[in-house]
């Protein structure tokens, strides 16, 4: 056990020193999952607004289709993403494979489902009669998209917070369309976290692998708390 | 204007609204009347396009709202809406009332002006910064209330928009409507279960009766000439007797289970009838003390209860059927009546309304 | 000694082994045979060189089967593990482009790699090293050919351009890494052989004493971990270096990929340069 | 038995409550009747123990309740509440209504009669099957109602009961409040702002009016001998006039802006007062045509303005200060007024109630 | 491309075949997940009613660390879990590594920081007048929770949906935790589906990897087809 105490006093350490390594992973996991969780919000949200107002035929199933895809395994996000870009599949002339780019389309695509999902949920948890007063006070379709999310901003943020988790605790996308490469520049490297502590933990660095753990729930922490008070408001 | 023509609507079970036909006038004040349930909500959410009707045509200045998928934020936007059960957006007041001023494209300065001028009306001036979501039940209403006013719609429709307030708060609102009616031309259309406010502001009535207007007409013609018998009994006139046409000539003679009572009305002899007498009407007096009207009625009776009501007592007598009276409780006193008084109770022709019976 | 083949309860075996010897299935392949004739039933965990030892030194599993001399000496030398047998090797290969950049196409390991650092560091851009950078024993291997080269690796190996990139990942994704890239690698022969058909890297460099890859079995010490399965651990380690076994491993994967993917320890002990009781003594 | 003792309650902002004393007896219907946002539906919450006061003490039977944590259970479940705007559970409507005495571990025989008995007396036997959440406002009200009566609690507490009911289903649901305080003994406690439902129901009336009872007592006392001027415009007394003693023996005479009133009352010369004069017992005669009250008044006057109410009509006359009173539609046609006529009103000085200003 | 359209016919024929390996691990899969998912749900929902409805210091930093927590990454779990039960840990006489349970254990633990805060969310979206109604009925603790979740049914169901989701998704804290073991004997074997898939990509099996993908959504959509259907009830 002691291998936890050891990790705390090393995430201290790794944070107190400012650890070049460290902190430039740090950063790219937050730039990576964060861009993505935005994305995935642009796309989610909208896409979520869509389905819970919608009617058309097979609602019920896409929406049980989507909720099935909560289990999709970042393994199989990963794999189909590479096939899509690496050098020989459709996409392959855009060199996006090990790039942080692709980390954050794989992300993108991995968080997609759960926040589709629970921005249905938001709005259905908004009362109809808010919903009738905004359509009778004269919102065109997007007014009252935004202000239907604006009195469901709360469960909407909760959306982001557990997309963003999802995004940057995964592992198996991030390792098989990144590949957890650190080179000598920044922008080359797609070394995350996660990655980070898979490597650390295949190597039986133990504290070393917490301590990592204990900096991403540092960033999460920090995020988090960004989103709370932004629900709060 | 706004046409009803044969208006619809069924849920799950059997129809609630079954071919509503009205045609409520550029800038008039219409009132739906009903019990519970009837449908009144219904109604009025088919005419803010919040629901789409079963069958039949609603116009709005000769436009079918329904039929016009792209006018309908157009169309929208001449209402304005109040809801039975208002909800609030989760933030201020001045928020909430500014919303659909915002909607509209409204610069900050004049959405500013006017939510504080459509508070003021509504008796919330120093609620602005408050959280809606803190308010009383009638407070609410009232911000409600100021939202939809402040847009000044061509058509307000108020569903039940007074019936959490107190008859101070009630008063003030009514003249609120009444002046935006005046002032603005606005049309109003709202459903109450008060018939005394319906009657207080509207210019006609509908009542709204197994899923259809059961009658249409003014306030006056609504509450003195009910079209049928359960229309009589919800505008509140308490003694409703069946009888037959024994005689028709200029007064018709009512046969009502054995005893004659006088009326005006141009029924024949042999029709089944339900009379209506209003209890104001009635005039009680001591034993055989009043005078006969001539063409008149004159029964004597005994009281049967005295129930306080508003300023005023509810005498019922029973006459062989009951009558109630209302009397104010200095005349009760003066007259000296208890539980089990022998007493007249007499009321002129003209003050029965008769109704054929289907 | 062996256990009573017939005990009335299986006896469970559990074996932590690196993921490039698991990979290839010899394991999967022998298991059944194991089973079979002592009556037991074989766990097998596979994992980076480093966690793998890691679960030994916790007395998490009875038997390790990893493949870094230097790391496995240190690991007996503090008392983790006991009874050490080798039991196959094979070799290293340095994969590449078929274009091969840095023109390094049969060298010696060690020129190669020191011809691949020159070009990369002179700012080729399409010279690339792809390293494993994950502490396994692949990576181990790697480090001892830079430091053979003349190298210090961390000061001018690591992070000294772009053109050397640590994966941080297993064999198999490193090698689809060096593919996308168009890069070297160092590889094991099975790992590479099993993803041959998926990759356009050919084999650049293939010989030279330094590119040796020993696989050994070795038992956890039972001193250390008293409830270590001790006597089905010997089992295993004696079953992996006996004839029968030592001829199952030197035909593995023949059928599939036309090479053997191992060569039997049994002979080739000074080959490997181990001792003969490395490759020969039964565990007592 | 309910005693409220200098109750205090305040959320953010100034006091909502501020020392409400009263004591309710068991078996008494009390109404809390005051204006919107004055506390009533904070109050009811606090006795049904979903909320605790900031200050002053509820004792039920004698029991501090907010005092024991242990026995609010068993305190809670002495009591039914109906709320203001009552939620119903998104299950059938005899499931709602059958959750308090699941609650209580009836048998389920037991529940099914009581359901239905329960359903049928708030006027939905039919409904038992229908999802809760389609009900009209309406129907979910009374089916709060059910739910809350069905486990015969000794104390009922309803927020304004029948706010979005129709008056043939209020008088239904007034009937059944009133079988339910006979029958069983309930004490009610209930919360209106239709002061006349208040007064046909209540044993005695609290006038909840800045964060303190106003006035307790019998609807009579309250409606006729308001005890604050705004008490008085509350309880509907549409005249109210400000003014000085100036002369007192055994009938007082008051200065109202230079028209003298006469009136009953106990205060001395000089006291600052308002009087009140219910507009039913305002008299209103042609020009000169009424006969002077020995002690009474008889003030000249123009009519400002006649405005329908109910089957009433208001006429407002302008003495120098407004006068309004009730008068039939016929009497108004009778009498032959019109805006601008002159005209006389009278009201004997037993009419006039004098309250002290402060 | 070719590799997924080769792993949704790998996945038809194993599901067609019956293929015992590959039903074996879908099998262990659904055992795990779902008995972690079940344990998570008896302990997140009373835990979340109890912070939501509890007043206590300090509950909004509870409830933000709840939110933090989402973003544990899962091999930081299966390393914690790891730490308590390897035989030099505090449990390691339980000898629970490697084994099925040890599974559970660490998917329980993973989701539920999620499932709690779901269930938090579900409970804040029930309208607050319900709330004081049960109680006015004079509901017990027990029955007030009870009826409150049957309120809530709807958003609590879909946290478990998500729970599910994630439990039988995740590889990280299987891997470490459970080993990947495929052993003669069924119970003896940690080998889940994610895992597997792990190690056939490892191998480079990309349609094999695919088509054990779309095993396991297979069985999320089953699954999601029963928590629909109580849903909707
Ligand atoms: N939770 C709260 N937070 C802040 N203010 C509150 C809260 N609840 C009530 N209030 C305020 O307390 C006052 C009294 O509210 P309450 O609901 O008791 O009034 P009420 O007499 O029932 O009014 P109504 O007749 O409109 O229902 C109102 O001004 C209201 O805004
Ligand atoms: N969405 C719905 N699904 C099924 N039935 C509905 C739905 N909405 C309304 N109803 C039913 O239609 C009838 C009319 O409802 P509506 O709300 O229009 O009545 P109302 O006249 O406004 O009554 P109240 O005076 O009680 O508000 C009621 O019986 C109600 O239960
Ligand atoms: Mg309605
Ligand atoms: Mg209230």
Not at chain 1, 120 to 128: E, K, Q, Y
Request: glycine share 10%; charged share 20%; with cysteine.
């Amino acid at each position: 056990m002691y291998e936890i105490i050891e990790g705390f006093l090393e995430a201290a350490r790794l944070i107190a020193t400012f650890d070049g390594d460290v902190m430039g992973i740090a950063a790219r996991s937050i730039i990576i999952s964060l861009t993505a969780t935005v994305l995935a919000t642009l796309i989610a949200v909208p896409l979520g607004a869509a389905i819970y107002f919608g009617t058309f035929p097979g609602k019920k199933s896409l929406i049980n289709l989507i909720q099935t895809l909560y289990s999709l395994p970042t393994v199989i996000v990963g794999l189909l993403i590479f096939l899509l870009i690496s050098r020989v599949g459709p996409f392959g002339f855009m060199r996006l494979l090990f790039t942080p780019t692709a980390m954050v389309i794989a992300q993108t695509v991995l968080v997609l489902p759960i926040m589709t999902g629970l921005t249905i949920s938001a709005l259905s948890g908004v009362d109809p009669v808010i919903r009738d007063t905004l359509r009778s006070l004269g919102a065109t379709h997007l007014q009252f998209l935004v202000n239907i999310m604006k009195e469901a901003r709360f469960a909407i943020l909760a959306a982001v917070a557990i997309g963003f988790g999802r995004a940057i605790s995964e592992v198996g996308a991030a390792i098989l369309v990144g590949g957890n490469i650190m080179a000598s520049s920044f922008a080359s490297s797609t070394r995350v976290l996660t990655t980070a502590i898979s490597l650390e933990t295949s190597m039986g660095n133990i504290s070393q692998s917490i301590a990592l753990g204990i900096v991403l729930l540092a960033i999460a922490l920090a995020v988090n708390l960004v989103i709370t008070t932004i629900q709060h408001r | 204007m706004i046409e009803l023509d044969n208006v619809s609507k069924q849920f799950d079970g059997p129809a609630v609204l079954a071919g509503v036909t009205a045609r409520i006038r550029r800038g008039e004040i219409f009132t739906v009347i009903g019990p519970s349930g009837s449908g009144k909500s219904t109604l009025l959410r088919l005419i803010d396009l919040l629901d789409s009707p079963t069958g039949g045509t609603i116009r709005v200045n000769g436009t079918d709202i329904h039929a016009n998928g792209e006018e309908s934020l157009r169309i929208r936007r001449m209402m304005g809406m109040v809801f039975q059960k208002p909800a609030v957006f989760n933030t201020t007041v001045t928020e909430n009332v500014a919303v659909g001023l915002r909607f509209r494209g409204a610069e900050e300065r004049v959405v500013r002006e006017k939510v504080e001028e459509a508070l003021a009306m509504v008796g919330l001036a120093d609620y602005g910064e408050r959280r809606a979501r803190t308010l009383s039940g009638g407070e609410m209403q009232r911000v409600a209330l100021a939202r939809a006013m402040v847009i000044e719609p061509e058509i307000l429709l108020m569903d039940e928009p007074t019936a959490n307030l107190d008859p101070v708060s009630v008063e003030k609102i009514e003249e609120l409507v009444l002046r935006i009616n005046r002032d603005l031309g606005t049309t109003i259309l709202f459903s109450t279960h008060d018939m005394y406010q319906g009657q207080r502001l509207a210019h006609r009535v509908g009542v709204l009766m197994n899923g259809i207007f059961a009658q249409v007409g003014t306030p006056r013609e609504v509450f003195t000439l009910p079209a049928t018998r359960e229309v009589a009994r919800f505008v509140g006139i308490e003694n409703i007797i069946d009888g037959v046409v024994v005689a028709e000539n200029g007064i018709s003679v009512i046969d009502a289970g054995g005893i004659r009572i006088r009326a005006r009305s141009p029924l024949s002899r042999g029709e089944q009838v339900a009379l209506c007498i209003r209890s104001e009407d009635l005039r009680v007096f001591l034993e055989e003390g009043g005078k006969t009207h001539l063409n008149g009625n004159t029964l004597p009776g005994t009281v049967a209860s005295i129930v306080p009501r508003g300023p005023f007592s509810r005498v019922t007598v029973d006459c062989g059927f009951a009558l109630s009276s209302v009397l104010s409780w200095k005349a009760v006193d003066n007259l000296g009546i208890r539980e089990g008084s022998r007493v007249t109770v007499s009321f002129a022709a003209e003050s029965v309304h008769v109704i054929r019976q289907e | 000694t062996t256990s009573d083949p017939t005990p009335v309860e299986k006896q469970q075996l559990r074996i932590a082994t690196t993921t490039s010897l698991y990979d290839t299935k010899l394991l999967d392949h022998l298991t059944p045979i194991f089973e079979e004739k002592y009556n037991a039933e074989v766990l097998i965990v596979s994992a980076g060189t480093g966690k793998a030892l890691e679960y030994g030194q916790r007395g998490d599993v009875d038997v390790m089967m990893v493949h870094d001399r230097a790391r496995e000496d240190t690991f007996l030398a503090d008392g983790y593990g006991t009874d050490r047998r080798v039991f196959a090797y094979n070799y290293f290969v340095l994969v590449g482009p078929e274009s091969d950049p840095a023109n390094v196409s049969g060298m010696a390991p060690e020129a190669a790699f020191t011809a691949i650092r020159e070009k990369g560091m002179a700012g080729d851009a399409s010279v690339i090293f792809v390293s494993r950078g994950d502490a396994s024993g692949t990576h181990s291997k790697e480090q001892a050919i830079w430091k053979a080269a003349g190298f210090n690796y961390s000061a001018e190996v690591k992070g000294s351009g772009d053109w050397y990139q640590e994966a941080g990942t297993g064999m198999g994704a490193t090698l689809e890494m060096a593919n996308e890239k168009e890069a070297y690698t160092l590889s094991d022969i099975g790992t590479y052989l099993a993803y041959k058909g998926n990759l356009d890297l050919v084999t650049i460099v293939d010989e030279g004493d330094i590119l040796l890859n020993v696989y050994s079995a070795m038992q956890i010490n039972p001193e250390k971990f008293p409830d270590i399965n001790s006597s089905v651990a010997k089992d295993w380690v004696n079953f992996m270096i006996s004839d029968e076994i030592q001829q199952e491993i030197a035909s593995f994967g023949v059928d599939q990929y036309g090479q053997p993917l191992f060569y039997a320890a049994q002979n080739d002990w000074e080959k490997i340069g181990v001792t003969e009781a490395e490759v020969k003594n039964p565990v007592v």
